[in-house]
Every structure is written in C-alpha cells, then in structure tokens.
C-alpha cells in the first residue's frame, strides 16, 4: 500500500511506498492517509508502518553513534541511503526466518557487523536473532550475503510475540491519553515489579524473558522497556556499552 504524508511544512506529499516514507524519515505522529482510510492518522497507529518508524528509528541511531564515535557526520550522512537498503533487507529476510539474505547493496564486513548488532540491539520484536551470523562475500572481499543464525523456531517466534502483543495492547487501551512520562513510569514500574535478573533463563536476552517469563538479563529489560514505549509512540533506543 501507499500511503500520502503531512511534511513538516505543512504541505501533502505522495504517494509513498513502505521503502521510500523510510526515505522520508516519518516519526510516529506523522500524518499519513491512503484510500482505505477514512481520515489522516498518526503513523504509529497504523500496524503497517511499525517495520517502517522501526527501521527509521534503528538507521538514526545508528549514524548518531557513527557521529559520536568517529565524529564524521558527513560521511554517515553519504552512507545512509545504502544502509537503509540493507537494513531493510536484512529486517525483512530476518522477519521471515530466511536462511540466507541477500544483500541489495555490497558492502564491507565492518558495515554488515554494525549493521547485525544494530538490529540486533534496536530491533527487540526482532526475538529469533542471535548474536552470530555467517558473512558471504564476492572477489572483492565485500559481503554480499549473510546467514543469520536464529535461536527459536518461527512457531516458538509467533507465539512469543502474540504473547508480547497482547500485553502492549493492554498497556495501549489504558493508557490511551496518558502523558508520556506516566506511560514510562507504568512499563518500568511493571518490568522492575514482575522480572527478576538472570542469565541462565530460556529467553533472557529477549523481551519476551523480561515481560513474558519474568526472567531477563539487562538487555532484555532493556529491548522489554523499548519495545513498550515505541508502542505508544515514544521515541526510545537501546544504549550499550
């Protein structure tokens, strides 16, 4: 589907494909519209566009911490097109448990290993991902595939994340009005008063250890607490260190 936009300047623009509002770089209050809708709505009431403000969201981090680390914003700046490519590639082949994916964009082994710790870290619905992965490269020594490597089965995946959802639906319909800060004080208070620290758990890197289990390391509570807020429509990312 395609969707119209309200641009900053007020003014409508459109119609945009999924890959090119990633482009345009909505936020969750971005107005959109597309002719099954009846009225202009906010992006992130529209489950179609989650992957879209997600993948936006991961691609900004990212170059923000490019920046602050190598302090080279114009050379962030001229790789985002590419990254966003890949990115998504990535996402969707992730999304789908594909074995191998492939890559629209061949690129260098550092790029593809910011990229898997990128989504690694700031996708949290992204459950099924581990932190190892295999690189496929061409003559040149650029990665032009990757096999990921997945810790659950999608059936296990699936159910994991009806379980999540259902639970931000509930968090969805009572605080529908809420300010944001009583919106993170109630997922933080409920993560801090329902999960216990572990690292031996199943599932305690994921936020279904943190919500679902009650049983999470530090990265889990923190993909739960982000996964949460980006739900209602608060802008969060995971910091690591």
Not at 18 to 39: G, N, Y
Not at 88 to 104: E, H, R, V
Request: glycine share 6%; proline share 2%.
């Amino acid at each position: 589907m395609e969707y119209f936009i309200i641009e900053n300047n007020g003014q409508q623009a459109g119609p945009f494909s999924l890959e090119q509002l990633v482009q345009k770089a909505i936020t969750p209050e971005t107005l959109v519209w597309a002719q099954s809708m009846k009225d202009w709505t906010p992006a992130w009431k529209i489950a179609e566009l989650k992957t879209v403000l997600e993948t936006v969201e991961a691609i900004k981090a990212n170059t923000a911490n490019k920046e602050n680390a190598e302090g080279t914003s114009a050379d962030a700046a001229g790789n985002n097109g590419t990254e966003a490519a890949n990115f998504q590639a990535l996402y969707t082949g992730i999304q789908g448990f594909q074995s191998t994916i492939s890559l629209p964009v061949a690129v260098s082994s550092d790029n593809v290993s910011d990229l898997m710790h990128l989504l690694t870290n700031e996708c949290p619905e992204l459950m099924q991902l581990s932190s190892r992965w295999v690189e496929h490269s061409n003559l040149l020594g650029l990665v032009v595939s990757v096999s990921p490597e997945y810790t659950i089965s999608k059936e296990t995946f699936d159910a994991q994340t009806a379980a999540v959802n259902t639970l931000i639906q509930s968090w969805q319909t009572a605080l529908s009005g809420q300010s944001a800060y009583q919106a993170e004080l109630t997922i933080y208070n409920y993560i801090i008063e329902n999960c216990v620290y572990s690292t031996q758990a199943d599932n305690c890197q994921s936020a279904y250890g943190a919500l679902i289990d009650g049983q999470a390391k530090c990265d889990g509570r923190a993909k739960a607490l982000v996964w949460g807020l980006r739900s209602l429509g608060i802008k969060s990312s995971v910091i690591t260190g």
